[in-house]
Nanobody, 123 residues
């Protein structure tokens, strides 16, 4: 079974940091493009950041530039989303997703999704 599992979400104060993990099972991430998406209450799911199979990074949300970074550990079959200087507007359920091919921002272009992990930024 092809599966992605996110972890690392939680409650953090403004200005704090979290690192989300996205671990694959049933397939290898080596040749996969992985995107991180988020969905806030009442809003559509939006692309945040993406790492292509050749490790290039694409940002889809200007507000996270300089604060969020994406990385990959192929030995652990895991992709990470490091989130620093978190703001209340970053509060959302965060999802990772896979596609074969280059980074794209559209949700429909990804074929495997994790279940999501809640990130809440609040004092």
């Amino acid at each position: 079974q092809l599966q992605l599992v996110e972890s690392g979400g939680g409650l953090v104060q403004p200005g704090g940091s979290l690192r989300l993990s996205c671990t694959a099972s049933g397939f290898t991430l080596d040749y996969s493009t992985i995107g991180w998406f988020r969905q806030a209450p009442g809003k559509e799911r939006e692309g945040v950041i993406c790492m292509g199979s050749s490790d290039g990074t694409t940002y889809y949300t200007d507000s996270v530039k300089g604060r969020f970074t994406i990385s990959r550990d192929n030995a652990k079959n895991t992709v990470y989303l490091q989130m620093n200087s978190l703001k209340p507007e970053d509060t959302a359920v965060y999802y990772c997703a896979r596609r074969l091919g280059t980074c794209r921002s559209q949700v429909a272009r990804y074929d495997i999704w994790g279940q999501g992990t809640q990130v809440t930024v609040s004092s």
